[in-house]
């Protein structure tokens, strides 16, 4: 199946964008069900670190950590699912349109194959866009 994509354009500059978008501390304000999230180390994120996120799964809060994978300066970032009842792939893009004011940003999940275990008799389909605060 393919990956739910979500994507929006912002009238921010791209940095502050991926900044936002990319801060498990800020995960709560735009990820429905996420209750609590941060990284598992100071300073800024590199491929190994890990991203450890609670979430309301099911009526309960659940532990999830994800690793992230690849990362891009303030373009690209990609995390893997490693624990947890949900483990997704998730990759971030944030492209400036203009040279100042104006991005577009983009995020794609593949886990597809939770939807098919926790909701067996829902349509395969992917979830609805989440929705980026700005």
């Known amino acids: 199946m393919a990956p739910a994509?979500?994507?929006?354009?912002?009238?921010?500059?791209?940095?502050?964008?991926?900044?936002?978008?990319?801060?498990?501390?800020?995960?709560?304000?735009w990820q429905q069900g996420v209750i609590d999230g941060h990284l598992d180390q100071p300073g800024p994120a590199q491929v190994g670190?890990?991203?450890?996120?609670?979430?309301?799964?099911?009526?309960?809060?659940?532990?999830?950590?994800?690793?992230?994978?690849?990362?891009?300066?303030?373009?690209?970032?990609g995390v893997q699912g490693i624990d947890g009842p949900i483990r997704a792939t998730v990759d971030v893009t944030v492209e400036p349109l203009t040279e100042t004011r104006s991005c577009a940003a983009a995020a794609a999940d593949d886990f597809s194959w939770a939807r098919a275990v926790l909701f067996p008799s829902r349509p395969t389909g992917p979830p609805p866009a989440a929705t980026l605060v700005t």
């Open 5 to 29: 994509i979500a994507s929006t354009v912002v009238d921010r500059p791209a940095a502050e964008v991926f900044a936002y978008a990319t801060d498990p501390a800020r995960f709560h304000e």
């Open 49 to 77: 670190t890990k991203c450890l996120t609670t979430r309301r799964i099911c009526g309960a809060n659940r532990a999830v950590t994800s690793e992230l994978t690849h990362s891009d300066a303030s373009r690209t970032r």
